[in-house]
């Protein structure tokens, strides 16, 4: 009798112990993903002195130090441009996306060199708070980036108009538009088919199709990315020239230099293209930040480089030499994070980049020449989903909007105006495949 | 004359007035999202050491594109069209280089009467069937080469140099006959130039999805991986009368009646263990009726190899006679009559199903690896002259062929070609490698080993090249120079060459010879400004080519590039002439117990050194600066 009751309250013991385990290891999930998901839900960041509506410049701008990174604060400061603070607001990520990284928790792991990971299938990879005594917090982070939700399976900005622009005189030096395209290969959870677009004979994770619409003398050069699942295999890269109706095969060289002559190399893209393997990366801290993340249906919009049947206007520019977005910002959790290239010869010294917690977008980066000096800022305006273009809506995409990059040394810049579209339909697979640049070039 | 005039003045006219309209709707351009209709205003105004005015070509050109979208089963579909016009005026302002008032009388040299003798055309040792100056008076002609060498021995004779209108003589019906404004006016012409693209694109979709991808009507359709040079490249003939080889190929290709047809798979297993990122197999079928390339026309400032001058002066020969220098004896100006040396007639292929052109092409990129393999059975595009035609005996009357004599037809032979290409990143240097070859057979050359003076050679081209950026500090410190470099080998794998008496004879090719370029390019002021230089070396010519420029993007609309096109190194190269051939045995044996025609090696610079010399060397007079002006809308 008393060996059965302690045999049952043993077993109680041991049922309640495992129950126990797995509601704490569930609630432990639950608590990671919605801290990673949902950083806004239980509390929104706050400032003091930092209230929606209000305006940030010249005259107040010290007061707000800790929250704008030291670049655009000395542009605050010299009186370039001002924020206009907007509220905090959720960009919920696709739940598909969510649950991918639900169910992968605790799956994925670093291999034993930068640029190795295991595991990974679909969703973020790392959702855990990155840890600052671990010292590959900051690689991490950069797989966050990398297999992040950022333009969903698929998505083009069609039209893009890059505008070239000397900052002292504010004159358009040039207006190129293109096309551009994104395609997932692998971690797709929305679009069909999923997780993995087959035959994928490379074994590719995305593909990035450029193509230039105007103006004429670059009229149809058109760019290819195959960026493979393997970070340490380097990205195929081709070019189509219009002008000489052919497709050349990129080095590595040729990412890193002006595309097409704007402040822009193929590496800057959407915040960083790049191998992970291809930089050394440390995490230098969270923080809250000024942001820029907003509704572009709430802002007042250029009426003049942009028109198209659904009405839709691109971001406006103000600012010195026009190369400031008019959008607004908000106060975000942010992680800080440095990438120095690993190769020597790269332009660039390192880049600090302001990872957006919750979206693990890159709204902002700031770029060193290989002296040290400050070189260029890169600004990536997120727009919501919810209030963009209605095909927008609901697709769980923190949408790429607008763009800034300053040469600050050269007082030049290139301005980003997009029509993002997370549409299926416009990027389909066969447009990422060599000989359609050669069908495509007239 | 007035009647040039007034057509001058209409072409003129016509060409104000499609700019005009052109222009008028600059605001409206960016129309339709499915339309597109854009162009050009473009000047090309070149100066050339010695010459003056070499170019004055004002170029206006429309391109349009109606996307359909989906059409019936076909999806994709698109019209494009691409019209272009030019005048050239430097056949009018400076046309006593080029135009109506070129050339003049000539002397021919006459060794026999002393080393730097000469006699007027038409006072050479007269043979028992001699010309009649009145058919071919001394007016309106240079000697043969005299731009680039002295006939220093060899042999020469008078080329008229006027447009086919003001002059008929040594104009080749169907190949080589421009009038005065065939040129002023390139492209409005009997094969309408003038539309210079216009096709129709379409799409059908299987639903393996794989598309058949297809193109038909007036096109460029480009093959290879390399620039500059042409080993894959050859479905298009190329104008080098615009200027000679250094145009990019997308502006002097001709462009032609043409279906092309891609079945496009993207990425393919085609087996467990052998899967293609991106597999391609394509069809070409050149429909349109035979071109051969523009070589350029006596007259014309742009006359690659001045093989068009030697043509001319030939076509003269046989139609009229004339005076050849040094010839008799090796040393005697001679006096030939009509139909006895010369080029006859140009064999131009006619329209008919055989005479079409078809290519297959399967291309795709395996892992780092882009390549192609291709097939194209063609027509050369380089003319041939073949012996053994009929012809008179300068000393007997008879007519008969006779061996070597240098008397000709110009054929265009079929040409079978198998090749490849590929392309490789090479990671370890950072450095895009490109490769392209092709083995022909069919091709015919030059040979003075053989009766006929031609024999067929199978050949092996290729071109290697490496494309890597550079950072020079000093000069850019924020963005790298562009280095492309090629190497273009060619191998005439059934080359002959004999040393006889005087000299050597056979095939003047070189048997193996290599070309190599550098393109060094740089990027400032955002890329709006843009130095280049252009190098260019034959090896066996010892010829080299380099031609520095800078291009400045004024604005969207508006770009200049200044340049310069240098020759050094170089020139004109001697070799077997012919004149030792002894067609007309005994009366024309170079020594006791010749054989009748076989050479015996006398040579001189013309008219086969210029194979040696290739189109850098013989162009080594031909230095030029260059200023473009382009107003895009």
């Not at chain 2, 339709?32 to 005015?53: H, I, K, P, S």
């Not at chain 2, 070499?54 to 494009?80: H, M, P, W, Y």
């Not at chain 2, 003798?117 to 080469?145: C, D, R, Y």
């Not at chain 2, 001189?604 to 010399?613: A, D, I, K, M, V």
């Amino acid at each position: 009798m008393k060996r059965a009751f302690r045999k049952s309250v043993f077993n109680g013991l041991v049922i309640g112990l495992t129950a126990g385990a797995f509601s704490a290891g569930a609630f432990a999930s639950d608590k990671v993903i919605n801290e990673s998901f949902h950083p806004y839900k239980d509390q929104m960041p706050s400032h003091e002195g930092l209230s929606a509506g209000m305006t940030i410049d010249e005259s107040n701008v010290a007061q707000f130090k800790d929250v704008i990174d030291p670049a655009f604060y000395t542009f605050i400061e010299n009186g370039w441009t001002s924020i206009a603070v907007g509220k905090t607001t959720s960009f919920d990520l696709h739940p598909a996306y969510v649950d991918a990284t639900r169910n992968a928790l605790g799956e994925v792991s670093l291999g034993e060199q930068v640029g190795e990971i295991n595991g990974w299938k679909a969703g973020r990879p790392f959702p855990q708070e990155p840890d600052a005594d671990d010292p590959r917090a900051g690689e991490k982070l950069a797989w966050n980036y990398k297999y992040g939700y950022n333009w969903g399976d698929s998505a083009a900005i069609m039209p893009f108009y890059w505008k070239y622009r000397d900052m002292e005189s504010a004159k358009v030096e040039r207006t190129i538009k293109f096309n551009f395209h994104f395609l997932n290969y692998k971690g797709r959870v929305i679009q069909e088919p999923t997780p993995e677009i087959t035959p994928n004979p490379s074994d590719l994770f995305r593909a990035i199709y450029v193509q230039v619409l105007d103006p004429a003398d670059v009229r149809n050069t058109q760019l290819l990315i195959h960026r493979a699942a393997d970070d340490l295999k380097r990205d195929n890269s081709w070019l189509y020239l219009g002008f000489q109706r052919r497709v050349r095969r990129l080095a590595t060289g040729q990412v890193t230099d002006a595309f097409l002559g704007s402040d822009l190399m193929i590496e800057d893209f959407e915040g960083y293209n790049g191998r992970i393997s291809d930089m050394d990366w440390t995490y230098k801290g969270t923080r809250y930040m000024l942001m820029p993340f907003y509704n572009h249906n709430e802002l007042k919009l250029d009426e003049e480089t942009h028109s198209d049947s659904n009405g839709y206007q691109v971001v406006a520019f103000s600012g010195k030499g026009g190369c400031f977005p008019d959008i607004t910002w908000q106060l975000r959790k942010v992680y800080e994070v440095e990438a120095k290239p690993v190769d020597e010869s790269h332009p660039l010294s390192k880049r600090i980049h302001y990872m957006d917690a919750q979206t693990f977008t890159i709204p902002r980066t700031v770029a060193y020449d290989r002296k040290g000096s400050l070189w260029k800022t890169f600004t990536i305006g997120q727009a919501h989903p919810d209030h963009h273009l209605p095909k927008n809506e609901g697709t769980g995409v923190s949408i790429d909007d607008s763009f800034s990059m300053i040469d600050v040394q050269a007082s030049h810049c290139t301005t980003g105006q997009f029509k993002g579209q997370v549409d299926p339909e416009l990027s389909p697979p066969n447009m990422f495949n060599v000989q359609h640049l050669r069908a495509t070039g007239s | 004359m007035q009647t040039t005039i007034k057509g001058l003045r209409l072409w003129c006219y016509t060409l104000a007035g499609s700019a005009g309209l052109a222009l008028l709707p600059i605001n409206s351009a960016v129309a339709q999202e499915d339309t597109r209709v854009n162009g050009f205003y473009e000047n090309a105004t070149y100066g050339r050491d010695g010459v003056g005015l070499s170019k004055f070509r004002n170029t206006l050109q429309l391109e349009a594109e109606k996307r359909a979208g989906d059409v019936g089963i076909f999806s994709n579909v698109s019209v494009n069209a691409t019209l272009r016009g030019s005048y050239d005026g430097v056949y009018d302002l400076n046309d006593d280089e080029y135009g109506r008032n070129a050339g003049g009388p000539v002397r021919l040299e006459n060794r026999a009467a002393g080393p730097n003798a000469t006699v007027p055309h038409g006072g050479g040792l007269k043979l028992p069937n001699s010309f009649s100056e009145a058919n071919n008076p001394n007016e309106g002609m240079i000697v043969l080469g005299e731009n680039l060498h002295d006939t220093d021995g060899g042999v020469a004779f008078g080329v008229p140099v006027r447009p086919c209108d003001e002059d008929e003589r040594g104009c080749i019906d169907g190949y080589l006959d421009k009038d005065t404004n065939d040129m002023r006016f390139q492209e409005f012409n009997d094969r309408a130039d003038f539309i210079r693209e216009l096709y129709v694109d379409f799409d059908y979709n299987f639903s393996n999805g794989n598309i058949l991808s297809t193109r038909l009507g007036k096109q460029q359709v480009i093959w290879g991986r390399t620039d500059l040079f042409r080993v894959l490249d050859v479905i298009n003939p190329v104008d080098y009368s615009r200027n000679n080889i250094y145009d990019e190929l997308e502006d002097i290709r001709i462009p032609m009646w043409i279906l092309r047809t891609d079945y496009r798979m993207g990425p393919t297993e085609v087996f467990d263990g052998l899967a293609f990122d991106d597999l391609n197999f394509q069809l070409v079928w050149n429909f349109d009726k035979f071109r051969p390339h523009d070589i350029g026309q006596c007259g014309q400032p742009n006359v690659i190899l001045d093989a068009g001058c030697f043509f001319r002066g030939m076509n003269s020969l046989w139609e009229n006679g004339g005076t050849v220098a040094n010839f008799a004896g090796g040393e005697a100006a001679t006096d030939f009559g009509p139909g006895q040396i010369g080029i006859r007639e140009a064999h131009m292929p006619s329209w008919s199903l055989a005479n079409t052109q078809v290519g297959l092409k399967m291309e795709g990129v395996y892992g780092d690896l882009g390549f192609s393999l291709n097939a194209l059975t063609y027509r050369s595009q380089l003319p041939s002259l073949r012996g053994g035609i009929p012809a008179q005996n300068g000393f007997t009357g008879e007519t008969g062929i006779w061996p070597s004599l240098i008397a000709f037809d110009i054929h265009f032979p079929r040409v079978n070609l198998f090749g490849g290409s590929l392309d490789y990143y090479a990671q370890s240097v950072d450095t895009v490698l490109r490769l392209e070859a092709a083995y022909t057979t069919g091709e015919e050359f030059a040979n003075t080993l053989e009766e006929d003076l031609y024999s067929e050679s199978d050949v092996v081209r290729y071109v290697v090249g490496a494309d890597k950026n550079i950072f020079i500090p000093f000069l850019n410190e924020h963005q790298a120079f562009l280095f492309s470099g090629q190497v273009f080998g060619q191998h005439i794998l059934d080359h002959e060459r004999e040393q006889r008496r005087f000299g050597e004879a056979g095939i003047p090719d070189w048997k193996e010879n290599w070309t190599g370029t550098l393109l060094i390019k740089g990027f400032y002021m955002n890329g709006r400004l843009s130095p280049q230089i252009i190098t260019a070396h034959d090896f066996r010519a010892g010829a080299t080519a380099i031609a520095p420029s800078v291009e400045w993007l004024v604005s969207d609309n508006f770009r200049v590039t200044a340049g310069a096109n240098i020759k050094v190194g170089t020139g004109a190269r001697k070799f077997d002439d012919c004149r030792s051939c002894n067609p007309w045995d005994p009366f024309t044996a170079t020594y006791p117990g010749q054989p009748a025609g076989e050479s015996a090696g006398l040579g001189g610079y013309e008219p086969l050194g210029r194979f040696q010399s290739g189109p850098i060397g013989m162009a080594q007079e031909e230095d030029e600066l260059q200023l473009t002006m382009r107003y895009s809308f």
